[in-house]
């Protein structure tokens, strides 16, 4: 039921956006403006409510419980482990809008700032920061998991109706639990897509710099079908090989960009900028957490917070249901410092050296920056690299990254949709991995024809709200059973504490029998 319901709403999605494109683009902007206005403020609070409950949970007690059992070993080491984390979780994203976002905010900062001033640059830098750092992660991380414990400590089936079993009892196995089920499949499939239509178009604009291929939608369409054939040849050879293999290589391709940006570009000015920016993201973190914009009405908050959390919130079932498949034997406080801390730290670097070498180059080189801005934020890496040595050789390295990080990104997603949407806790058949793999390559092209990044954004914050309220529920969930779980270890350890304690007795010969003489 999960699978038809899922699949019966996507295609009618698809339909919509391939049909009539311009009156889909207009409704989902309508929606998005009542949901923007209604219930923004939502998403703040509950996002920044994650992160203060996930850091309670790594730094008490309950950060000692191990998922799959206090005997269980982790399947990857932590290189594999952290690779397969980051290109399911940020890969494209960080590529997108590494050196469009920063420049951005330069232009139109938040409210009470004035544009292309070097307190627009800090304010850019910090909210580049505040988007992709411990926000996101922890919004990955309560999904993530929320589905390890109850998948391998309470044997649950992997679905994400099951996270909420101790609130409901056996009504999730119901219509109810069917429901949330494809709530979370058509959010996910909408944030996949979402992050799809973004790197298609990105390569597009990539191979138009390089090639001059034309940057239009029939290219764009092209890219993702090329993708669409690498990433179902990975996801048929399961997560040991193929999803393994390509994050591996994602994160050395990402490595190797990264340091030709930080060596080729103004390598002082990036890591004063890295150290600025974080002490001051620090400090303003809560007021930055919660703040929207009730007396200037501005739209800001809106178009770029808010459309995050969103995204985020859209990825976390798919996020969530990979981290947890390749989680297996780590602690709660690894688990959690290994996903929001070490990913968030990446993501730092990573804007410091694209974020600061656009700056410094609009700042202080005098280069016009701006007029690719203008043309789309996918221009904006390319013009970039433009200005540095190995100019050509820097661009087939962001696109050659770019195609690596969609292929992972649908692979996994494929992987995570097929098991989401199927009642057995078994990988799922080959041919259920194409029906989503198709269905995936149909939502990005239905919203790329409806209006392009627009459409995308206004999708999926939509789609996000009501699983947004579902992470409450997740939170008072995972929260009980992390607690009974606890009381049981401790109640197994005094058992055993005690029973040593008779046995070293009997041993010394210090223990009586029932008449008082020596055991």
Known sequence: MVFRVSVALLTLLVLAGVLAPEAFGALSARVQLATLSGAGWLYLVIVFGVLAFLAYLAFGRLGRLRIGGHEAEPEFSRGSWFAMLFSAGMGIGLVFWGAAEPLSHFQRPPE????????????????????WGLHPWAIYALMGLAMAWFQFNRKARGLVSDLVEPLFGRHVHGPAGQAIDVLAVVATAVGV???LGFGATQITAGLGHVTRIPATLGTQLVVIAVAFVLYMASSATGL??????????????????????????????????????????????????LRMTPFSQRAWVGDWTIFYWAWWIAWAPFVGAFFAKISYGRTVREFLLGVVCAPAMVSFLWFSGFGGTVLHAEMFDHADLLSALARG?????????DLLPMATVL?????????????????????????????????????????????????????????????????????????????????????????????????????????????LERERGTASDTDGNPA
């Open 395 to 503: 661009a087939w390295t962001a696109i050659v990254l770019l195609m690596s990080f969609f292929v992972t990104s649908a692979d996994s997603a494929t992987l995570v949709l097929a098991s989401m949407s199927s009642e057995s806790a078994q990988e799922p058949p080959l041919s259920r991995r194409i029906t989503w793999g198709v269905l995936q390559a149909a939502v990005a092209t239905a919203l790329l024809a409806a209006g392009g990044l627009e459409a995308l954004q206004a999708v999926v914050i939509v789609a996000a709200l009501p699983f947004a309220v579902l992470m409450v529920l997740v939170v008072v969930s995972l929260h009980r059973v992390l607690s009974a779980d606890m009381r049981a270890w401790d109640l197994e350890a005094r058992e055993l504490y005690r029973a040593e304690k008779r046995w």
């Open 240 to 289: 040991q090989r193929g999803i393994k293999w390509l994050s591996n290589l994602n994160l050395a391709i990402a490595t190797l960009l990264l340091a030709f940006v930080i060596v080729l570009g103004p390598t002082a000015f990036i890591f004063e900028t890295l150290t600025t920016t974080l002490g001051s993201y620090l400090n303003l973190l809560p007021s930055m957490s």
């Open 193 to 195: 897509a979402t992050t």
């Open 377 to 385: 934020y996918q221009n904006v890496l390319f013009a970039m690299t």
């Open 112 to 131: 009470g700032i004035t544009p292309e001033t070097n307190a627009a640059a800090r304010a850019a830098m910090r909210y580049v920061f505040f988007h």
